[in-house]
């Protein structure tokens, strides 16, 4: 396991650098006091796992950390932190862990422990986790970027982005995307619910669009209106719910 440790604090950077040489299995390959130089140090070795400050000069942890989301290979990260309990339980409400300053070598080695466990499990997550983790520490909303869908005996993701519209079907909500359409068993209150506002709209009692699938309004009876999607579907769109979003007029 390849890792970079990036902390302003000299003491507890030669702590964490101890604790990591000694360990088995671990490569540490550099060492960074800035936001700055992590990100630099972080691109020329391509590390497995991170262990960032959040406090530090010139770029801080949190940005540091939404830089690494955009990349392909974002590597696992492990903050480091002197925040309180309570911040402390944004860290917990997702996959990646934290230190909380001071830590000693039997925390660290529990911090060690899951790095090791997620990487080898779930190493694809890793930067829509990172981007999730950010959204909590900042108290926006974590809109969820892919859907699970279950097929037989295995499931398979699909891109929020790849969405063209949701349509409740009994017990089940058909997700149509651009690869097809796909039953989950869940109400579209509730996937309406973890999909951007900004990106999606409730037009019907059963349906939720991407409005960037949008390609016309038209009108229809009785002061309703009819959407055209970019695949020629057709959803009515009644007065009840375009009150609810006249921003899709504009």
């Known amino acids: ?141 974590a809109y969820a970027r892919r859907l699970l869908i279950p097929d037989g005996d295995r499931s398979f993701y699909v891109a929020v982005r790849e969405v063209v519209r949701l349509e409740a079907d009994g017990n089940d909500v058909v997700v149509h995307a651009r690869a097809g359409a796909f039953a989950l068993r869940a109400t579209l209150e509730s996937l309406e619910g973890r999909l951007d506002p900004a990106q999606f709209a409730r037009v019907h009692r059963s349906h939720v669009v991407n409005i960037d699938q949008i390609a016309e309004v038209r009108p229809w009876f009785h002061g309703d209106q009819k959407l055209v999607l970019r695949d020629g579907t057709e959803i009515a769109w009644s007065r009840r719910y375009a009150a609810k979003r006249p921003d899709l007029l504009r």
Do not use: N, W
């Open 1 to 141: 396991m390849r890792v970079v440790l990036a902390d302003d604090e000299a003491p507890a950077r030669r702590k964490l650098a101890r604790f990591l040489r000694e360990s088995d299995g671990v490569e540490l390959v550099g060492e960074a006091r800035t936001g700055t130089e992590a990100l630099a140090l972080i691109a020329a070795q391509r590390p497995d796992l991170v262990f960032l400050d959040v406090q530090m000069p010139d770029l801080d942890g949190v940005r540091v950390a939404e830089a690494l989301a955009e990349r392909a290979d974002a590597p696992r990260i492990v903050f480091v932190t002197a925040f309180d309990h309570h911040a402390v339980r944004a860290f917990e409400l997702d996959a990646l862990d934290y230190l909380l300053k001071p830590f000693d070598r039997e925390r660290f080695e529990r911090t060690l422990a899951r790095a090791r466990d997620a990487l080898a499990s779930a190493p694809g997550e890793t930067a829509e986790q990172i981007a999730e983790l950010i959204a909590r520490l900042r108290g926006e909303t």
